[in-house]
């Protein structure tokens, strides 16, 4: 099975208050866009780590285990993904899935990373999110798909909506959906990662709060082109202030004529939309990742 999980970008991001769990409450439009992952997996009643080795070469095996001691060989390919493998979300969705439902076999999983870390655009959320359902058919829906939401939650804050993968309002730490109607296909996007990273935590630590509700909804009914001064992302002004260079990359963006600009998520992306018509040069940002396509 190859799955091809996909990145997002934030349409307006407000900070509204801290929890009393540590997290923060948010106000934000989840938007998918089609910068691609791809994860193929396959069951394995092997255990023998030879045996499983075939088709993963094109870069080192980790053999680790689920929490029932289940074999999970993990190979990763393209852009660097940071940490140790056991820490990998993907391992975690495994074992949060088999906490519920059980297990029928091992696995095998091989992950080929297309959409940068540390760049606010949900990739390791996508991953799991895509294996999480893809799991749940595997097993024959053992659970309702709004329990399968809920159980996205003990993954990650964007999981849930990764599940729904359509345009949707988010609130709470982002995992409380509501779907709306917003459709961009008539776009172009660009997406721009510098090779520094933020750090998620440390952004939030940066960033002030403001209990003032963001009107997002209403907002993003306007033309786009009323969307620059008033669809804002509550991390800028503490990311920008301690790294110029995300945005300066906004600045150029929106000197190129986007129709609307701004960092997704606590960054370090920024995403630009463009005209269909429009022509785009991408050279000033020839040191940085790049992504260029039509919605």
């Given at each position: 099975?190859v799955?091809?999980?996909n990145?997002?970008?934030?349409?307006?991001?407000?900070?509204l208050?801290?929890?009393?769990?540590g997290?923060h409450?948010?106000?934000?439009?989840?938007y998918?866009v089609?910068?691609?992952?791809?994860?193929?997996?396959i069951?394995?009643?092997?255990?023998?780590?030879?045996?499983?080795l075939?088709?993963?070469?094109?870069?080192?095996?980790?053999?680790?285990?689920?929490?029932?001691?289940?074999?999970?060989?993990?190979?990763?390919?393209?852009?660097?993904?940071?940490?140790?493998?056991?820490?990998?979300?993907l391992?975690?969705?495994?074992?949060?899935?088999?906490?519920?439902?059980g297990?029928?076999?091992?696995?095998r999983?091989?992950?080929?990373?297309?959409?940068?870390?540390?760049?606010?655009?949900?990739?390791?959320?996508?991953?799991a999110?895509?294996?999480?359902k893809?799991?749940?058919?595997?097993?024959?829906?053992?659970c309702s798909?709004?329990?399968?939401?809920?159980?996205?939650?003990a993954?990650?804050s964007d999981?849930p909506?990764?599940?729904?993968n359509?345009?949707?309002?988010?609130?709470?730490?982002?995992e409380?959906?509501?779907?709306?109607?917003?459709?961009l296909?008539?776009?172009?996007?660009?997406?721009?990662?510098p090779?520094?990273?933020?750090?998620?935590?440390?952004?939030?630590?940066?960033?002030?709060?403001?209990?003032e509700?963001?009107?997002?909804?209403?907002?993003?009914?306007?033309p786009?082109?009323?969307w620059?001064?008033?669809?804002?992302?509550?991390?800028?002004?503490?990311?920008?202030?301690?790294?110029?260079?995300i945005?300066?990359?906004?600045?150029k963006?929106?000197?190129?004529?986007?129709?609307?600009?701004?960092?997704?998520?606590?960054?370090?992306?920024?995403?630009?939309?463009?005209?269909r018509?429009a022509?785009?040069?991408?050279?000033p940002?020839?040191?940085?990742f790049?992504?260029?396509?039509?919605?």
């Amino acid at each position: 099975m190859v799955l091809f999980p996909n990145a997002k970008i934030n349409l307006g991001l407000k900070i509204l208050r801290k929890r009393p769990d540590g997290f923060h409450d948010i106000e934000t439009v989840f938007y998918p866009v089609p910068l691609c992952d791809s994860l193929e997996y396959i069951y394995t009643d092997s255990t023998d780590f030879q045996d499983d080795l075939t088709n993963f070469s094109e870069s080192a095996v980790k053999k680790l285990v689920t929490d029932s001691g289940k074999p999970v060989y993990f190979s990763i390919s393209g852009l660097p993904v940071a940490g140790d493998p056991s820490d990998n979300l993907l391992l975690k969705t495994l074992n949060v899935f088999e906490a519920s439902f059980g297990l029928k076999s091992g696995v095998r999983m091989h992950l080929h990373k297309a959409i940068p870390m540390g760049a606010g655009l949900g990739g390791g959320s996508a991953d799991a999110a895509f294996l999480l359902k893809q799991l749940w058919y595997d097993h024959n829906e053992p659970c309702s798909f709004e329990e399968l939401v809920q159980l996205a939650t003990a993954i990650g804050s964007d999981c849930p909506f990764f599940l729904h993968n359509s345009p949707m309002f988010g609130s709470g730490k982002g995992e409380v959906l509501t779907k709306m109607e917003l459709d961009l296909n008539k776009l172009q996007i660009v997406i721009i990662k510098p090779e520094i990273s933020v750090p998620t935590k440390a952004a939030y630590e940066s960033v002030v709060p403001d209990d003032e509700p963001s009107r997002l909804l209403t907002l993003l009914q306007a033309p786009i082109t009323s969307w620059q001064t008033k669809v804002t992302n509550d991390f800028e002004v503490s990311v920008f202030k301690n790294y110029p260079a995300i945005a300066e990359i906004k600045k150029k963006l929106i000197n190129m004529g986007a129709f609307y600009t701004a960092m997704s998520g606590s960054g370090s992306a920024v995403f630009a939309l463009f005209n269909r018509n429009a022509e785009i040069d991408l050279s000033p940002f020839n040191d940085c990742f790049r992504f260029h396509k039509e919605l």
